[in-house]
């Protein structure tokens, strides 16, 4: 169907392939038919109460930080098993070692590879009980349960058995920088670029964080 001939009916159709429309002009990036689709939608009243859009910003923002939680449990896995991995290679070589077999500079190599990866799933540990920290606090100082907004959503008991592992493995706030500070590249010598120490994410960070978030949908939501 010619697309001018289509967009005379934009006001017959039904919700539901309305909203089919806006994906799709959304997806190919195409604001002027997305606009054209939204301003020729019928128009409904409702009465809602008055902590609707609260309760909706909330409910998003709990979304939001368990897509981010899964997000950094998933990395801090796959670190926790190349290491895992890494240390059984390495058991194998120690008792060819034992055996006769003479160390190599591979050998050396892979010891140093497998020690950052240690580091790195530690470091990711150190981001997930942040963010779960961070989340507490956010929710102490409304207050409501931290956990009563996600323990009903997919992924929940991945969060929860990944925060059992975590916790034992995370840095503390000091050895975090410290780690981010030995990934860094340092300044060339003789030249005038100076060093910039890394920044670490707090605890307190994250709870602020999620209060601009929820005053953002509450405003952009009024």
């Known amino acids: 169907m010619n697309a001018k001939v289509l967009t005379k009916l934009y006001d017959q159709l039904t919700a539901r392939e309305r909203l089919a429309l806006l994906i799709a002009a959304s997806f190919r990036g195409d604001p002027l038919d997305r ?5 020729s939608a019928p128009r409904a009243a409702y009465v809602l ?5 609260l309760a909706q910003a909330l409910s998003e923002a709990a979304t939001m930080h ?23 290679r390495s058991q194998s070589r ?7 077999a003479a160390a190599t500079k ?11 990866t240690l580091c790195m799933a530690r470091y990711q540990a150190y981001l997930f009980v942040t963010h779960r920290e961070g989340w507490r606090q956010f929710c102490k100082e409304w207050p409501i349960e931290p956990d009563a907004l996600l323990q009903s959503k997919p992924g929940w008991d991945m969060v929860v058995r990944t925060e059992a592992q975590t916790r034992r493995q995370a840095y503390s ?6 780690f981010l500070l ?3 590249r340092l300044p060339e010598e003789g030249t005038d670029e100076e060093l910039e120490l890394p920044r670490v994410l707090t605890v307190a960070e994250v709870a602020q964080a999620w ?12």
């Open 35 to 39: 606009q054209r689709l939204v301003d």
């Open 49 to 53: 109460p008055h902590h609707h859009g």
């Open 66 to 88: 368990l897509l981010t939680l899964l997000e950094v449990a998933a990395t801090f896995w796959q670190w926790w098993g190349l290491w895992g991995w890494g240390e059984l």
């Open 94 to 100: 120690l008792v060819l070692d034992q055996a006769g």
């Open 106 to 116: 591979d050998a050396k190599d892979e010891e140093e590879k497998l020690a950052r």
């Open 173 to 178: 706030v000091e050895d975090a920088a410290m």
């Open 182 to 184: 030995s990934e860094m």
């Open 211 to 222: 209060h601009q978030v929820l005053d953002v949908q509450v405003n952009n939501g009024s």
